[in-house]
């Protein structure tokens, strides 16, 4: 069945079988709750409330997971568990990757989080193309990103970077020096913003860390120029619409800014940002957008493909 027809008749099997890219996934957040029950015996329920903030969201996550992956082993375990659910999911292409601070962790090293990274890929789902992205946190001062990203750069590993964490824990432009480097050496550049910041801050971040890519960046749809500015320069925005929900950043499904940001001519996609956390996966996604009558399904199969590309 094609995925008009699968999201038409509601059914989710179907919607799991064809190619879809997550490209928004913090995997440690991202993992197949059934995998995790049986390598640590705990099982993690989904929220059932929603949040107050991002802050909320980390003490939440950190009672539910109670420190579990908060050392080596566990962030393998973690690692391997999101690529189970994105298997079991059908997401064919799959960007995920550890923060660089991971290297400080139980005396980890680049070169052997690079090879269990990439050896758990080849283990568990060498069919999904992986990209391979390498995380920075806003909260890290950026002498010390700088410090950890080069052993991965030495290495010549990654795709791409992302920058995640609390908008507002430094100023966007403390980071020009560490995107300048891993421009340099050739990766796509993403970063989180336009979630909790304005319209305007999206288009700082693009154009001092000169982007290509905007993980969440829905504020734009508040400012037609902003979204004229994304739409001429086809920077993609990596939305995760359940994620937006539950953090309180739009009221419902049906009011989602992504339909204003789609018919400003921007480049979105779908993606899950937290399996674990939000309850939804990838096909969920895809099908609770035309449920609520936010896109119809063959604009959700144009959505679906922009992903699919870089
Ligand atoms: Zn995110």
């Known amino acids: 069945m094609d995925f008009q027809t699968a999201l038409e008749a509601g059914d989710i099997p179907a919607i799991r079988q064809v190619p879809k890219a997550d490209l928004h996934n913090h995997f440690v957040g991202g993992g197949d709750r059934d995998y995790i029950f049986e390598k640590t015996g705990r099982r993690i329920a989904p929220l059932e409330r929603k949040l107050a903030s991002m802050a909320d969201m980390h003490a939440w996550f950190d009672g539910a997971t109670e420190g579990l992956f908060a050392n080596r082993d566990g962030r393998l375990i973690a690692f391997e568990a999101a690529l189970i659910q994105a298997r079991r999911d059908g997401v064919t292409r ?10 400080t962790l ?9 090879g269990a990274l990439t050896a758990a890929h080849q283990r568990i789902a060498p069919e999904i193309e992986w990209i391979a992205q390498l995380g920075f946190s806003r909260h890290c001062p950026v002498f010390a990103i700088e410090r950890w990203l080069q052993p991965f750069l030495d290495l010549g590993f990654g795709q791409s ?3 995640s964490g609390d908008e507002f824990a430094q100023p966007i432009e403390a980071f020009t020096p560490v995107y300048k480097r ?12 336009g979630e909790w910041g304005t319209a305007d801050d999206v288009w700082r971040a693009v154009e001092l860390l ?3 890519e905007v993980q969440h960046g829905i504020a734009a749809a508040s400012s037609p120029q902003v979204m004229r500015f994304l739409a001429d320069n086809r920077i993609r925005l990596n939305v995760c619409p359940t994620s937006n929900v539950m953090l309180g950043r739009v009221d419902d ?8 940001l789609y018919d400003a001519g921007v480049r979105v996609t779908v993606n899950t940002d937290d399996v674990l956390i939000f309850g939804q996966s990838l096909s969920e996604e895809f099908l609770n957008l035309h449920r609520a009558g936010v896109f119809d399904a063959a604009e959700l199969d144009e959505i679906r493909l922009n992903g699919l590309t870089d």
């Open 253 to 260: 499904l049906a009011s989602h800014p992504i339909r204003v």
């Open 161 to 163: 970077v992302d920058l």
């Open 94 to 103: 799959l960007e995920i990757g550890d923060d660089v601070w991971a290297i």
């Open 210 to 212: 000169e982007l290509d």
């Open 182 to 193: 891993v421009k340099a050496a050739g990766l796509r550049l993403k970063a989180h913003v």
């Open 106 to 114: 139980n005396d980890f090293s680049a070169e052997a989080l690079v």
